[in-house]
């Protein structure tokens, strides 16, 4: 047994000792520290293996014996995922303390932690769907162990309705690339004709999809992170919806490759789609945990983008840009995860120190709270995509992807490329003024609210978790060039990528992501001190020479009303102003605004009252009487009786 | 010859930048028969500024304090990565175009967020404006620069420079397609009219002035100028990709230079001609740039360029 080997055996153990000690009466910190230490050793070994090092345990089976082992795909999943663990465990230590059934949150946290593991682990179709059916249910039992109104009831039978009926696709993905021995040899599936591949393709796309948020099947995605404890929240969005793109990935590069080219337009539409639409949504919203939520079909959306490219370009044949869109899309699922769950953890401590995440409640935050504020600056600045930060190396990476795929030659797919191309750069332009905002409204300015004012930093370890990761964002800024080759490794045919620090792809004019690090800070200063620290004169803002207060101050609505005119006739803003007037004069004005979420009221809530209407229907057969059972029997032997004459069946 | 492209990046960036719009607000004035300022008037502001005081609108931040020198910092090595005659030296920084794109981004949030700092009406006005078009401006920058890039099939920009030389690129639909488009992508960025109208002293109508309006001192001086190397930039760039350029190192410096005069040119006339569009209009006609620009590859993927 190597040395990674015997890091994974003894992280797992760990890891099961940090989930079942807190039932057992051990203390929520030690168990905590057992989770960290038992999930860091994991992620270390999933690394080495990333890196080089020969896969570890079994290969894949077919068979129902459960098999464990990492290679290099795994490995890199295990690594985000300890890479977002750490810090929201050491921030869960000190949010989740004297919290009610602290104990159980503590042991739930664990085994949400095995689950995501074990999914990324599994060798065999049983281990990955017990896996991931755990993953699923632990965050629920999460939420309703921390609040059990009706509310958060609904919310929770909402995302369990959801992602059940949508995983039903990944048992039936998994399943059948089980029975016909794809799983152990990709190879088998291209065999069995064009039936079976494209049912394992559909049953993947909506399972794994609905898991991922991908539009239209995210009705849960925003409802269930925001009620999560915060911590749980940064791993949901951080992590969960990624392993949902692992279980894509395998699938789709793997087991039933090479997949049609119908699969890979499909990606980009659905990609864009979601993009697109969940920025739009996360921009319109005045809760900062919705509008994180959105934000993360978002970015679920651009790494599906980027798989798409890949698989077009594996159709056409161009196996070093195959590489570069998957390396893309792999580096997109690590910087998302480590902004998004610094955003969320920032997020709570933002929560527990002023009692509500309304973006108009809020304000000033970051003379406040100066540790957490800097932190989800750095990260909203990364999520927006802006140089030089995390977030732009992969976003430039997948919008070349796109642009590559645009040069052609075919015209269907050239065009698809330069409409998703297009599309990704305007969801580019929106997430930067939907982070524009809620940087605005949270940090800066003058308070919105009294108790605001009154708001302090929370313990060290919940302090350092956001400024941990906001030190993650700004080094992986700098090192693409040693992860991009090692990512293209990953893809069908290990495309060998030229990186260097530069990361001078062909075909570009190359990312010096390091460098423009380095001039950007180095010139900031130059600045700076050219400006010099002169004296300046304190003035009020001006405002036409009114006095600015809290008042006067702009919301949420207010910064996003040329655009939400712009688009009126896709947001659909719904507007009611009522004036109450005594004799001429107006007593009261009151004004109510809100942009319905389309996809609920169009598509959801017709398809579950379709479905309620159904469930009537057939609720009428179930009369509860004996006889017309009977005869229900008597009619179905005679059914097969006659088809056995006519000889439909036997 | 690197070493005079080299020059001029830093020297045009940093001090012929100034000249352009001066010299469009000087011409407009001519054509509108005033007298106008002298072409020379952006660098004695700027002289001005420079020796000035500043002013520290309250409650703010270090984000607004900061936004000048980030804005300016996110512009300078944007000027890098501009070739110049189809040389670009090697600064270390490449030459992509869609780290141009990047570059230009951080500028807006870096305001975008002073903006905010304030509290200021007027300038989360200007920037919520600013932002609501770049929506759609930034589809457009990204399609028109898709449409150079494909006779080189590489996003580099010396290479585009290279390919949009000579006189085949004239003879492609796609080519027309994306200097059309690229026009609007030139009046949105430098903030001309009929887009925004940088003459305007009436704060509810500002877009690109709004979030500048509580700066004062060297911090304005630092945003002026990075509005004038954004001019360069845009105006270089057209010049480069979507200008006719012949010949060799020297002639193409000539082409440059001509195609600056033409441009700040037509953009005079532009703005003496044509009146301020409804703001909510302006996001219509970059669709409809984006569209043309669609158009453009399409014949381009049709006839085979690539």
């Known amino acids: ?650 | 010859m690197t070493a005079v492209a080299a020059l001029v990046q830093v020297l045009g960036g940093l001090a012929l930048a100034p000249l352009l719009p001066g010299a469009v607000q000087s011409l407009k004035a001519r054509l509108q028969g005033r007298r106008g300022p002298s072409p020379l008037q952006p660098y004695r502001n700027l002289r001005r500024l420079w020796g000035k005081s500043a002013v520290d609108p309250q409650p703010t931040t270090i984000v607004y304090r900061l936004a000048p020198c980030l804005v300016a910092a996110a512009t300078a090595p944007a000027l890098l990565l501009v070739p110049i005659a189809g040389r670009a030296p090697d600064w270390s920084l490449g030459n992509d175009a869609l780290v141009l794109v990047g570059l230009l981004a951080l500028g807006r949030f870096a305001l975008a967020a002073a903006s905010w700092d304030t509290g200021s009406g007027f300038a989360l006005m200007g920037s919520a404006r600013d932002l609501t078009f770049a929506v759609f401006a930034e589809p457009l920058l990204l399609l028109t620069l898709l449409l150079a890039a494909l006779p080189a099939a590489s996003t580099d920009l010396v290479a585009m420079s290279a390919a949009a030389g000579g006189a085949a690129p004239w003879g492609e639909p796609a080519h027309w397609c994306g200097a059309a488009a690229f026009a609007l992508v030139v009046l949105v960025e430098t903030g001309r009219q009929p887009i925004d109208n940088p003459d305007t002293h009436l704060e509810l109508t500002m877009i690109h002035e709004g979030p500048l309006l509580e700066y004062a001192g060297r911090d304005l001086a630092l945003l002026e100028w990075s509005g004038a190397a954004r001019h360069w930039i845009v105006l270089v760039l057209a010049a480069e990709l979507f200008g006719p350029h012949w010949g060799g190192f020297w002639a193409q410096l000539g082409w440059l230079g001509l195609g600056l005069a033409v441009l700040c040119a037509a953009l005079a006339v532009t703005e003496t001609a044509q009146a301020k569009m409804r703001i909510l209009r302006v996001p219509g006609l970059l669709a409809g740039g984006c569209a043309l620009a669609l158009v453009g590859l399409a014949s381009a993927l049709v006839g085979g360029l690539v």
């Not at chain 1, 999930?39 to 079994?58: E, M, T």
């Open chain 1, 1 to 650: 047994m190597g040395a990674a080997e015997a890091a994974a055996v003894l992280g797992a153990a760990l890891l099961l000792a940090g989930t079942v000690g807190p039932l057992l009466r051990l203390p929520s910190g030690a168990a905590l520290a057992l989770q960290a230490a038992g999930i860091s050793l994991a992620g270390v070994a999933g690394a080495a293996v990333l890196c080089g090092v020969a896969p570890l345990g079994s290969g894949f089976q077919d068979g129902l014996e459960p098999a464990l082992g990492v290679d290099g795909l795994s490995g890199f999943f295990l690594a985000t995922i300890a890479l977002v663990a750490l810090p929201a465990l050491a921030y869960g230590r000190e949010y989740l303390r004297g919290a009610p059934r602290e104990r159980w949150l503590v042991a739930l946290g664990g085994l949400f932690l095995l689950a995501l593991g074990g999914v990324v682990a599994a060798r065999d179709a049983a281990v990955f769907l017990a896996a991931w059916e755990l993953m699923t249910l632990a965050p629920a039992a999460a939420i309703l162990v921390r609040r059990s109104d009706a509310e958060v009831r609904h919310v929770v039978f909402v995302y369990l309705a959801v992602t059940h009926l949508g995983g039903t696709g990944v048992w039936i993905a998994m399943l059948a690339l089980a029975h016909y021995g794809a799983l152990a040899d990709p190879g088998a599936l291209a065999g069995q004709g064009a039936a079976v591949q494209t049912l394992v393709i559909v049953g993947a796309l909506i399972g794994f999809g609905t898991k991922a948020g991908l539009m239209p099947l995210h009705a849960w995605l925003p409802r269930a992170h925001p009620v999560a404890p915060s911590n749980f929240s940064a791993l949901m969005s951080g992590v969960m919806v990624k392993v949902a793109i692992y279980g894509l990935v395998r699938v789709l590069f793997e087991w039933a490759a090479p997949v049609p080219l119908w699969v890979g337009l499909a990606l980009l539409a659905a990609g864009l789609l979601s993009a697109f639409g969940g920025v739009l949504f996360a921009l319109v919203q005045r809760d900062l945990k919705r509008l994180l939520a959105f934000s993360s079909i978002e970015n679920v959306g651009i790494v599906a983008l980027a798989l798409g490219a890949a698989l077009v370009f594996l159709w056409e044949g161009d196996r070093t840009w195959a590489g570069i869109a998957f390396a893309a899309a792999l580096l997109h699922v690590l910087n998302h995860a480590v902004f998004k769950s610094l955003l969320f953890l920032a997020a709570g401590s933002f929560e527990r120190a002023v009692g509500s995440l309304d973006l108009d409640r809020l304000g000033g935050l970051l003379r406040r709270m100066p540790w957490t504020g800097a932190g989800f600056l750095l990260g909203a600045a990364a999520i927006a995509g802006v140089p030089p930060l995390n977030g732009f190396v992969s976003e430039w990476l997948t919008l070349q992807a796109l642009v590559h795929v645009a040069f052609g030659p075919a015209l269907g797919t050239g065009l698809a490329g330069g409409v998703a191309a297009a599309g990704l750069a305007a969801t580019a332009a929106l997430a930067l003024f939907c982070f524009a905002k809620a940087t605005g409204l949270v940090l800066l300015g003058s308070p919105r609210r009294p108790e605001v004012g009154g708001a302090v930093e929370p313990g060290r370890a919940m302090r350092l978790a956001p400024v941990a990761l906001a030190g993650g964002c700004v080094a992986l800024a700098a090192v693409p060039g040693l992860l991009v080759p090692a990512l293209a490794k990953l893809a069908p045919g290990a495309p060998t990528v030229a990186g260097g620090a530069a990361l001078a792809l062909p075909g570009t004019g190359s990312l010096p992501s390091p460098w423009l690090l380095l001039g950007i800070v180095g010139l900031t200063a130059l600045a700076w001190r050219l400006r010099g620290g002169r004296r300046a004169a304190p003035v009020p803002a001006w405002a036409c020479g009114q006095r600015v207060e809290p008042a006067l101050g702009w919301t949420s609505a207010g910064f996003t009303k040329p655009l939400v005119l712009v688009l009126g006739a896709l947001l659909r803003p719904r507007r009611e102003v009522e004036v109450t007037r005594t004799a001429g004069i107006v007593e009261s004005v009151t004004y109510r605004g809100e942009i319905p979420h389309r996809f609920d009221t169009h598509l959801y809530r017709p398809l579950r009252d379709r479905a309620l209407a159904g469930a009537a229907l057939v609720r009428r057969i179930q009369s509860g009487s004996v006889r017309a059972y009977a005869a229900y029997l008597l009619a179905l032997v005679l059914t097969m009786l006659v088809l056995l004459r006519v000889g439909a069946i036997g």
